[in-house]
């Protein structure tokens, strides 16, 4: 059992990088471009990146309904990291389901937001 339960946590630990790279790529993209910190980033350097990008999105000129994708995107994200770091140190069953959902809604966000930018880019740049 404890082998499924590590094997959980692992894919669940990738897939939260994996969020947090899909949300980085989008954030490049806005017409203001917010950049996360790369490369080996700590979860904390990460959180607080993420927590900065969620700010930050309040100055962009961006749709009401595209801001709030990228909102609840990076508010998702934060959500999963806070359920994978809870799971580490006092595992629950439901965290892993929770993350999941979590992370979940950040794509769905994210791809909606990402389908916005690229349909009003011109050349490389914002209409």
Do not use: F
Not at 16 to 42: K, S
Not at 77 to 85: C, F, K, S, V
């Amino acid at each position: 059992m404890a082998d499924h339960e590590d094997q959980e946590l692992t894919q669940l630990a990738i897939d939260v990088a994996v969020g947090y790279a899909q949300i980085m790529t989008a954030l490049r993209h806005l017409p203001i471009p917010i950049q996360l910190p790369e490369g080996l980033v700590e979860p904390k350097d990460a959180v607080i990146g993420m927590m900065r990008a969620l700010d930050l999105l309040e100055e962009e000129p961006l749709p009401e309904g595209i801001a709030h994708s990228i909102q609840v995107a990076c508010a998702s994200w934060l959500n999963a990291e806070d359920l994978l770091r809870l799971q580490v140190h006092r595992p629950r069953p439901y965290r892993i389901a929770g993350a999941t959902i979590c992370l979940l809604t950040a794509q769905t966000e994210i791809v909606n937001a990402m389908e916005w930018l690229v349909d009003h880019q011109e050349d490389g740049e914002q209409k």
